[in-house]
C-alpha cells in the first residue's frame, strides 16, 4: 500500500499568521491518465471530513483562497495563508492513484 | 441538496455481524461511485470499500476484505456495508461518502458508530 507522511503531525499557529503542512507518498502518485490524484481534507472537530484540495492544487467549491496545495509526484503542500479560528481541525492527506486509497496520519492545527 | 444518512451502527460482540445502509437524497445515486469510509475513535481516516455505479465493480481494503460486503439497490437510492466476523480493530465511525477524485463535488454523512466489544 502506498504510505503518506505528513509532517508536523501538530502545528500551533498564531492566528492570521501562515500554516504549512507536507504530505509525501511513498510512491508516485501520477496516474495512467497523467493525474495526480492528491487530495486534501478538513475535519472540524465533532464533524465529518470536507475536502479542500483536489488533483494537489484544485479548490473545491466554497473554499477560501487562503487555502491552497501544490506539489507534484510525490512530494506535496497544503498551506494556508492566514490562519483563521475556523481552521481548527485536523488535516489530512489522501492519495486516490492506487488502490487502496490511503490517507496520511493527520495534522492538528491550533490556534497558540 | 445532497444527503446521506447513515444508520445501523451499534454494540456487537466479537465475531457478530452488522449491516450498516446509507439513504442518499439530492441527486442521482444511480450515477455515482460511493464508498464507506471510517475512522477509529480518536484516530485517523481508513477507505474501507467501494463500489460502481451499477455494482459491477467492488473494491475493499485488505484488512475487510472477505468479511465485509458492499452493494447498493439504486431503485432505493441506498449504499449497504454488510459486516460480518467482526473484530474490535473493525470499531470506528463507519461514512458513507459520494467521493470523487476529481472535480465532482464530494459529499459525506454524519457516520454511524460501530463497537465491537465483549
Known amino acids: 500500500d502506498v504510505v503518506m507522511t505528513q509532517s508536523p503531525l501538530s502545528l500551533p499557529v498564531t492566528l492570521g499568521q501562515p500554516a504549512s503542512i507536507s504530505c509525501r507518498s511513498s510512491?508516485?502518485?501520477?496516474?495512467?491518465?497523467?493525474?495526480?490524484?492528491l487530495i486534501w481534507f478538513q475535519q472540524r472537530p465533532g464533524q465529518s471530513p470536507r475536502r479542500l484540495i483536489y488533483?494537489?492544487?484544485n479548490r473545491d467549491s466554497g473554499v477560501p483562497d487562503r487555502f491552497s496545495g501544490s506539489g507534484s509526484g510525490s512530494d506535496f503542500t497544503l498551506k494556508i495563508s492566514r490562519v483563521e479560528a475556523e481552521d481548527v481541525g485536523v488535516y489530512y492527506c489522501?492519495?486516490?492513484?492506487?488502490?487502496?486509497?490511503?490517507f496520511g496520519q493527520g495534522t492538528k492545527v491550533e490556534i497558540k | 441538496e445532497v444527503q446521506l444518512v447513515e444508520s445501523g451502527g451499534g454494540l456487537v460482540q466479537p465475531g457478530g455481524s452488522l449491516r450498516l445502509s446509507c439513504a442518499a437524497s439530492?441527486?442521482?445515486?444511480?450515477?455515482?461511485?460511493m464508498s464507506w469510509v471510517r475512522q477509529a475513535p480518536g484516530k485517523g481516516l481508513e477507505w474501507v470499500a467501494n463500489?460502481?455505479?451499477?455494482?459491477?465493480?467492488?473494491n475493499y481494503v485488505d484488512s475487510v476484505k472477505g468479511r465485509f460486503t458492499i452493494s447498493r439497490d439504486n431503485a432505493k437510492n441506498s449504499l449497504y456495508l454488510q459486516m460480518n466476523s467482526l473484530r474490535a480493530e473493525d470499531t470506528a465511525m463507519y461514512y458513507c461518502?459520494?467521493?470523487?477524485?476529481?472535480?465532482?463535488?464530494?459529499?459525506w454523512g454524519q457516520g454511524t458508530l460501530v463497537i465491537v466489544s465483549s
Open positions: 488533483e494537489v492544487s
Open positions: 463500489i460502481k455505479q451499477d455494482g459491477s465493480e467492488k
Open positions: 439530492g441527486f442521482t445515486f444511480s450515477s455515482y461511485w
Open positions: 510512491q508516485s502518485l501520477v496516474y495512467s491518465d497523467e493525474n495526480t490524484y
Open positions: 489522501m492519495q486516490g492513484t492506487h488502490w487502496p486509497w490511503t
Open positions: 461518502t459520494r467521493f470523487s477524485r476529481g472535480s465532482l463535488s464530494n459529499y
